[in-house]
């Protein structure tokens, strides 16, 4: 993989609705956040607080948002550490998973095996739609995962406007500042359906396959490879296990691993590639 760092946050999603995203600074590493609009901190309750600290999530900053769905309507949620969004019982139904220590990182709950997971690539106006470039790197990421042997699930893609009954949306959020790309974690047996990215015209097709491909291996039960430090990003901050889990993958190699695609942040020079222990990863998990 190429090596520009930036950021690439994900975080959870999972029976809950967290998102992760990825947003890219070219000089220097800077935070991505999700998408959303906000609305009042004064409006997070001393409950709501006490609840994310019991989860080792950082309560500084939290906030009421608008989150932004592609047909332009919005659902009320709460954003923790700039990139994770819950609904109010989401946060309150938290429950503790487990957190080791390899280096891939899947959450408790995953996409059901063998599962075709119908994929759509958003066309509708309003500024919500892929280019032809960024379908063109949707394209090639879902072949990302298509073309692994030995993984049970696979993806069938199409492109248009009607993503209600599909199991996943791709689309672009044109009210986001900086670039990147916000996604969540499986529940139910299904991926988190809703992937944004935003920003990302001024960037090569492999570097939007990139962000596409890692916000989808968020969808399908993937961690970040450093969470425990966000190393890629040029910190230290654990992400926390956060009740979805992070649960190590055999096989993979211990230790910092940049070229991993799941790292939480990603760079100007990306190749869109899974590293080897990517696909370790998902021939575990699936």
Same mark, same amino acid.
């Given at each position: 993989?190429?090596?520009? +760092?930036?950021?690439?946050?994900? /975080?959870?999603?999972?029976?809950?609705?967290?998102?992760?995203?990825?947003?890219?600074? /070219?000089?220097e %590493?800077?935070?991505?956040?999700?998408?959303?609009?906000?609305?009042?901190?004064?409006?997070v309750?001393?409950?709501?607080?006490?609840? !994310?600290?019991?989860?080792?999530?950082? %309560?500084?900053?939290?906030?009421? /948002?608008d989150?932004?769905? %592609?047909?332009?309507?919005t659902?009320?949620?709460?954003?923790?550490?700039?990139?994770?969004?819950?609904?109010?019982?989401? *946060?309150?139904?938290?429950r503790?998973?487990?957190?080791?220590?390899? +280096?891939?990182?899947?959450?408790?709950?995953?996409?059901?095996q063998?599962?075709n997971i119908? /994929?759509?690539?958003? @066309?509708?106006? #309003?500024?919500?739609? !892929?280019?032809?470039?960024?379908?063109?790197?949707?394209?090639?990421?879902?072949?990302?995962?298509? +073309?692994?042997?030995?993984?049970s699930?696979?993806?069938?893609l199409?492109?248009g406007?009607?993503?209600?009954?599909?199991?996943?949306?791709?689309?672009?959020?044109?009210?986001?500042?900086?670039?990147?790309?916000?996604?969540?974690f499986p529940?139910?047996?299904?991926?988190?359906?809703?992937?944004?990215?935003?920003?990302?015209?001024?960037?090569? @097709?492999?570097?939007?396959?990139?962000?596409?491909t890692?916000? *989808?291996?968020?969808?399908?039960?993937?961690?970040?490879?450093?969470?425990?430090? +966000?190393?890629?990003c040029?910190?230290? @901050?654990?992400?926390?296990?956060?009740?979805?889990?992070?649960?190590? *993958?055999? #096989?993979?190699?211990?230790?910092?691993? %940049?070229?991993?695609?799941m790292?939480?942040?990603?760079?100007?020079?990306?190749?869109?590639?899974?590293d080897?222990?990517?696909?370790?990863g998902?021939?575990?998990?699936?």
């Amino acid at each position: 993989m190429k090596n520009f +760092r930036i950021f690439l946050l994900a /975080i959870i999603s999972l029976s809950f609705f967290l998102q992760s995203c990825q947003k890219e600074d /070219i000089n220097e %590493p800077q935070a991505e956040t999700e998408t959303a609009t906000d609305v009042q901190n004064s409006d997070v309750s001393e409950a709501i607080i006490s609840k !994310l600290s019991d989860f080792y999530l950082n %309560p500084d900053g939290v906030k009421k /948002i608008d989150f932004l769905l %592609p047909d332009g309507s919005t659902t009320v949620m709460y954003e923790v550490e700039g990139d994770i969004n819950l609904t109010e019982d989401q *946060i309150m139904d938290l429950r503790f998973g487990s957190g080791l220590t390899d +280096r891939n990182y899947h959450t408790n709950n995953l996409v059901s095996q063998g599962r075709n997971i119908s /994929i759509v690539g958003y @066309t509708g106006g #309003g500024g919500f739609g !892929l280019s032809s470039k960024e379908r063109t790197a949707l394209q090639w990421a879902v072949n990302n995962f298509n +073309r692994l042997s030995g993984v049970s699930i696979s993806f069938t893609l199409t492109f248009g406007t009607n993503y209600q009954n599909k199991d996943m949306v791709v689309y672009n959020n044109p009210n986001q500042s900086g670039a990147g790309g916000s996604a969540g974690f499986p529940s139910g047996g299904l991926p988190h359906k809703f992937v944004q990215i935003y920003g990302l015209g001024n960037y090569d @097709t492999n570097v939007i396959e990139h962000v596409i491909t890692h916000e *989808i291996g968020h969808s399908v039960g993937f961690r970040h490879t450093d969470w425990q430090t +966000r190393q890629s990003c040029g910190r230290n @901050t654990n992400e926390g296990t956060a009740g979805v889990g992070a649960n190590a *993958i055999p #096989g993979t190699s211990s230790g910092y691993n %940049p070229n991993s695609i799941m790292v939480a942040c990603f760079s100007s020079n990306e190749d869109g590639e899974f590293d080897n222990d990517d696909i370790i990863g998902l021939q575990y998990m699936y």
